[in-house]
């Protein structure tokens, strides 16, 4: 029996049976639906094939995709917005890296040290994962989703629709008393 432990979306520890090595990513993958993580995230994000990115299950670490009132697709994790930025191949003397994906945000004074990363000038960011080569791994793809069998240009990380928004079945308009008409209780 293994034992996994959680951090729900309100801070609460919860440890969690799991029955054996092979359904551990389908427990992560239903408490992370909830927003509970398994982990904190490493020093430079988690690291995924690039072939992973357009169908990935952000369930397994505990965030959602989300879409910006501007129809920005982003990533939703402990409370942060990530963005989705794509990083152009770096072939020099010094440093090769081929292209990449990164969802990434803005730092803040609370982040630690450790998870800051500078950028040019004096901007710092927080990286929550980053697609970079690998060869793929159907298990960190959504289950039953278009998998292996997808376009070319999507494997390479081109930039996908988001989603429509679902519109709101209908508007109840409530009556609300102005301030000034109510009676203060002292």
Same mark, same amino acid.
């Given at each position: 029996?293994?034992?996994? %432990?959680?951090?729900?979306?309100?801070?609460?520890?919860?440890?969690?049976?799991?029955?054996?090595?092979?359904? /551990?990513?389908?427990?992560?993958?239903?408490?992370?639906?909830?927003?509970?993580?398994?982990?904190?995230? =490493?020093? &430079?994000?988690?690291?995924?094939?690039? %072939?992973? @990115?357009?169908?990935?299950?952000?369930? /397994?670490? &505990?965030?959602?995709?989300? *879409?910006? /009132?501007?129809? %920005?697709?982003?990533?939703?994790?402990?409370?942060?917005?990530?963005?989705?930025?794509?990083?152009?191949?770096?072939?020099?003397? #010094?440093?090769?890296?081929? $292209?990449?994906?990164?969802?990434?945000?803005?730092? #803040?004074?609370?982040?630690?040290?450790?998870?800051? @990363?500078?950028?040019? &000038?004096?901007?710092?960011?927080?990286?929550?994962?980053?697609?970079?080569?690998?060869?793929?791994?159907?298990?960190? +793809?959504?289950?039953?989703? $278009?998998?292996? &069998?997808? +376009? !070319?240009?999507?494997?390479?990380?081109? =930039?996908? !629709? +988001?989603? $429509?928004?679902?519109?709101? +079945?209908? *508007?109840?308009?409530? *009556?609300?008393?102005?301030?000034?008409?109510? @009676?203060? !209780?002292?």
């Amino acid at each position: 029996m293994l034992h996994i %432990e959680f951090i729900t979306d309100l801070g609460a520890r919860v440890t969690v049976d799991v029955e054996s090595e092979g359904k /551990l990513l389908d427990v992560q993958r239903q408490y992370g639906r909830l927003g509970w993580t398994s982990g904190d995230v =490493p020093t &430079g994000g988690y690291q995924f094939p690039l %072939e992973n @990115e357009p169908d990935f299950d952000w369930s /397994l670490i &505990g965030a959602r995709k989300w *879409t910006n /009132l501007e129809g %920005e697709e982003m990533i939703l994790h402990k409370g942060h917005a990530y963005r989705r930025r794509e990083l152009e191949a770096v072939d020099s003397r #010094k440093l090769k890296l081929p $292209a990449a994906v990164k969802y990434s945000r803005g730092a #803040k004074n609370a982040d630690p040290d450790h998870v800051r @990363e500078k950028a040019d &000038g004096e901007f710092e960011y927080v990286t929550l994962a980053i697609f970079r080569g690998g060869r793929r791994q159907e298990r960190y +793809a959504i289950p039953g989703g $278009a998998g292996a &069998g997808r +376009a !070319p240009a999507q494997a390479a990380g081109a =930039p996908r !629709p +988001a989603p $429509a928004r679902p519109q709101a +079945a209908a *508007t109840r308009t409530a *009556t609300v008393p102005r301030v000034e008409d109510e @009676e203060t !209780p002292f």
